[in-house]
Each structure stands twice: as C-alpha cells, then as structure tokens.
C-alpha cells in the first residue's frame, strides 16, 4: 500500500458544518471514507495555520487516492491537496535509478 498526505481547508460552508457536527463525527466520516477505499488512517489531526486538517494514510494506489480527492473537492465544503509520502527505503531506491539529466542553460 502507498502512503498520502491529505491536507485540507475548510470553506466558509464546511467551517460552519464541522461547528455542528463537532471534530469526533467529522474524522469517523474521513476515517470511513478511507477505509470503505480499501485504506487506512495512520494519524487525523485538526489544525489552524495553513490547513485545518491533515491526514496520513495507506491506500491501495495512486488512482484510490485520486477518486478520493475528485470526491472530497466534489462535494465541496473544503478544499483538499493530496500528496504521496515516500519511504526512506523508496527514496534510496529512487536515488540508485540512473537518470539522465540536463541542468537549465548548460
């Protein structure tokens, strides 16, 4: 399974629906939502900043995390960025690919 970040920012709309429907309800929804994706949540944390809500999660693959995203943006009532994590280990893996490259003007 691949693991995404997940961040997202309330609009206006979906501010004042987390206000009704509290935190506790809200993550049993995204939990759910990821789960029924055939995934699961590592760690949900509320914020203010930058993001209102991050998630790290494992899905099964790049298209699950995408269907999720069109979803969630879909519905509307936040705006949501997905990001895949690598590994240490994938990194190193990455980094022993022998890649040809061209710096910009040399």
């Given at each position: 399974?691949?693991?995404?970040l997940?961040t997202?920012?309330?609009t206006?709309?979906?501010?004042?629906?987390?206000?009704?429907?509290?935190?506790?309800?809200?993550?049993?929804?995204?939990?759910?939502?990821?789960?029924?994706?055939?995934?699961r949540?590592?760690?949900?944390?509320?914020?203010?900043?930058?993001?209102?809500?991050?998630?790290?999660?494992?899905?099964?693959?790049?298209?699950s995390?995408?269907?999720?995203?069109?979803?969630?943006?879909?519905?509307?009532?936040?705006?949501?960025?997905?990001?895949?994590?690598?590994?240490?280990?994938?990194?190193?893996?990455?980094?022993?690919?022998?890649?040809?490259?061209?710096?910009?003007?040399?």
């Open positions: 399974m691949a693991r995404f997940f997202a920012t309330y206006a709309e979906g501010i004042k629906g987390l206000g009704k429907d509290g935190g506790t309800t809200r993550a049993e929804v995204v939990q759910a939502l990821i789960e029924n994706s055939g995934g949540v590592e760690a949900l944390y509320f914020a203010f900043g930058e993001h209102d809500l991050y998630i790290i999660c494992e899905l099964p693959d790049q298209v995390a995408a269907a999720l995203g069109i979803r969630v943006r879909g519905a509307g009532g936040v705006e949501a960025t997905v990001v895949p994590l690598l590994t240490p280990g994938e990194l190193d893996a990455a980094a022993g690919v022998d890649v040809t490259y061209q710096a910009p003007g040399r």
